[in-house]
């Protein structure tokens, strides 16, 4: 009698629909699609109730952003492992996903078709993955002075914090950083989990107390 074989239940969390599509079809016949989640509202409701193995996880979604969804999985389902995939290869993404959010793995979209598989099977077996190409932040990180430090904000964020504190919304932040609006909105969602900030307000006053604008 032949043995069955493991399919591991997958949770794909894109605000993309054509992403999604396009990991269905990566994943068929390896894993069984159990749902999928445009947000990360979504994601987390999604994964509390289907417990699903792993989460593949975009950073960048409406609303609450990819790294807060990944500690609410986390808690609400300690067994699932959330892999993110994300189009961000900066340090800061990195490094956060990997240490504050304690997530199993990061994988550029640009090489899950190359490296979903060997993702998925690491993070299966308790591994860590990183994808290959963001493997060299974090040396460069490690090898850098203070590198391991991790708790202060980094100069993006900075430069975020203090517009936020300006008034400035997602749309005007990304145009004077020269970023996306969804980018924009991951740091502020990153910023007030780093902070403990619970409101925009919480962050502004954090800004005024160390000086990062002007109060008149």
């Not at 077996?125 to 850098?144: D, F, Q």
């Amino acid at each position: 009698m032949t043995a069955s074989v493991f399919r591991p239940r997958v949770l794909i969390a894109d605000d993309h629909r054509m992403m999604r599509e396009a990991l269905r079809a990566l994943l068929e016949g390896d894993c069984e699609v159990v749902g999928e989640a445009s947000d990360g509202e979504q994601a987390v409701s999604a994964a509390a109730r289907l417990r699903p193995d792993v989460v593949l996880l975009d950073l960048a979604m409406p609303g609450m952003g990819g790294l807060a969804a990944a500690h609410r999985i986390t808690a609400l389902s300690p067994s699932t492992k959330v892999l993110v995939l994300s189009q961000y290869d900066d340090e800061e993404y990195v490094v956060e996903a990997l240490g504050e959010a304690h997530v199993a793995g990061y994988l550029l979209k640009s090489d899950a078709a190359a490296q979903l598989r060997a993702a998925l099977a690491s993070v299966r077996e308790g591994k860590r993955y990183v994808s290959p190409s963001v493997a060299p932040v974090l040396l460069n990180r490690l090898n850098r002075p203070g590198g391991k430090s991790g708790n202060k904000l980094t100069r993006r964020e900075r430069e975020v914090l203090k517009l936020i504190a300006e008034g400035a919304a997602a749309k005007e932040i990304a145009a004077r950083l020269g970023i996306s609006p969804k980018t924009a909105q991951v740091h502020r969602e990153n910023l007030k989990r780093k902070l403990n900030a619970r409101s925009t307000a919480a962050l502004v006053r954090y800004a005024v107390k160390h000086k990062l604008v002007r109060q008149d």
